[in-house]
């Protein structure tokens, strides 16, 4: 599944071709990419068509495209999840998907003219969905790329990440504190801290010396503060090199690959050896995926 990086390249590639774009037609080629939008809400095309897209933002691994019409007395925004093969392609017109398209939003940009947003999903678990924007909690902005403090309902439970300016270390540390679920466990909630999942959890564990089943509440302060520095330098060290990709399933806006995969310490080298000491990498089952780590570095204590 794309984590944080993956998502916000593909904002940040997504962002100047939207902002203040026109929707001029939709079309929805497969209905199951619409599972999360709500019937109650209107007609996902009615919604969309006419409509005008302020910016792209993120939280974690959500998307979404804050939605401009002076006559909805209710703010709304495109919501999009990429799932576990969702892709999002700028697109010339005439251009037709290889891949397996779900949904077209044919765009009207002021200064790059008409184009296509496709959204391809291989396996049909990421969507799209138009929603309702309500206050954020705290008052700030909501994710990267607005300064709106506004948020999607379908979004509102989901912690900011670690790379948002209004994330709070103190809150984290002292919610870790009181989990007593293994660390990476409490790392994969999304209702603790968003954006992190099974790569980005392995390589922080990595650089950080903690075993993935570390009691979080026993992490002594010090140590989940070096976990998060370390949560931080992957996660940016993984946005400047495009994310990770395995596959053709993650690509960038033009359809490129990110190439993080080469810098990887732990997640998927199994059998191979640790960059830090030479023993080999250890693979154990965990929430239906798997755990890489060093069992000498990663001791559990």
């Given amino acids: 599944m794309p984590e944080l990086p993956e998502v916000e390249v593909v904002r940040a590639g997504l962002e100047r071709a939207v902002s203040g774009a ?3 037609a939709v079309e929805v080629f497969d209905q199951r990419s619409l599972k999360r939008h709500s019937p109650a809400a209107g007609a996902f ?20 495209f804050p939605l401009d019409d002076a006559t909805d007395v209710v703010g709304r925004a495109l919501v999009t999840h990429l799932g576990m093969s969702g892709q999002v392609l700028l697109r010339t017109p005439g251009v037709e998907e290889d891949g397996l398209l779900r949904i077209r939003l044919h765009i009207e940009h002021p200064e790059h003219g008409e184009f296509w947003v496709n959204f391809v999903d291989q396996r049909i678990f990421g969507s799209m969905a138009v929603d309702s924007l309500q206050p954020t909690v705290d008052g700030r902005a909501a994710g990267r790329g607005s300064e709106l403090a506004s948020i999607p309902s379908q979004v509102s439970h989901i912690a900011r990440d670690p790379l948002d300016p209004a994330f709070s ?16 466990r409490a790392m994969l909630d999304q209702n603790l801290i968003s954006g992190i999942g099974n790569i980005y959890a392995d390589e ?17 302060r010090a140590k989940a503060k070096l976990l998060l520095a370390e949560v931080r330098f992957v996660l940016e060290k993984a946005l400047a090199e495009g994310g990770t990709s395995f596959d053709a399933q993650y ?44 069992a000498h570095c990663q001791r559990l204590r």
């Fill in 45 to 64: 095309v009615d919604l969309l068509e006419g409509r005008r897209m302020l910016s792209a933002v993120r939280r974690g691994k959500f998307l979404w």
């Fill in 22 to 24: 026109l929707i001029t």
């Fill in 251 to 294: 690509v960038n806006v033009n359809g490129a690959s990110g190439y993080f995969s080469h810098s990887l310490n732990a997640y998927g080298r199994q059998g191979q050896p640790c960059p830090r000491c030479g023993r080999p990498i250890v693979r154990e089952s965990f929430m239906n995926r798997g755990s890489h780590f060093c």
């Fill in 169 to 184: 270390d103190a809150a984290f540390f002292a919610s870790l504190a009181r989990k007593n679920t293994g660390v990476k």
């Fill in 204 to 220: 922080s564990l990595w650089a950080a010396r903690v075993h993935y089943a570390q009691p979080a509440s026993s992490l002594p």
